[in-house]
């Protein structure tokens, strides 16, 4: 509970930051012979159109990408989102097989705390790789 109030008083310290920024932005406005609309009234376009008009700010260069490696079919690109995916997989298998009768999506849901989505992409890729089978409607067994 006090990190939920410390977090919200600190997006409230955040806001008035962003307010005491669009009041100056505004007053700069005024100062060049423009009228700005109150702050209080100012909509997103408004804001965004006195962004706009600042100096325009010089972007760097983008620093070059190294260049992707090829592989042929029998290698595989070390990433840590291969490694997590395989390993999520296995979990998602691994429960599957240890049970008897089969397991439906909100029991892999609880035991795994993935959400439906990464489930279903889940059970997908085991039912491709041959892993594992749908027994009955959304209830998945062994092999």
């Known amino acids: 509970m006090n990190n939920l109030k410390d977090n919200l008083m600190a997006i409230k310290k955040e806001l008035q930051r962003l307010m005491s920024k669009v009041e ?3 007053r700069a406005l005024e100062k060049a012979g423009k009228t700005a609309i109150s702050s209080k009234t100012m909509t997103k376009k408004d804001v965004k159109k006195a962004v706009a008009k600042k100096a325009p700010v010089k972007k760097k260069a983008a620093a070059k990408k190294a260049p992707a490696r090829k592989t042929t079919s029998n290698q595989k690109v070390d990433s ?3 490694a997590n995916a395989s390993t999520a997989i296995e979990t998602v298998v691994g429960i599957i097989q240890k049970s008897k009768n089969g397991v439906d999506v909100e029991t892999l849901i609880s035991k795994t705390g993935y959400d439906a989505k990464k489930i279903s992409n889940l059970v997908y ?17 062994k092999k």
């Open 80 to 82: 840590k989102e291969d």
């Open 125 to 141: 890729k085991a039912k491709k790789r041959g892993d594992i089978k749908s027994g009955a409607k959304g209830i998945y067994v």
């Open 24 to 26: 100056q932005l505004g």
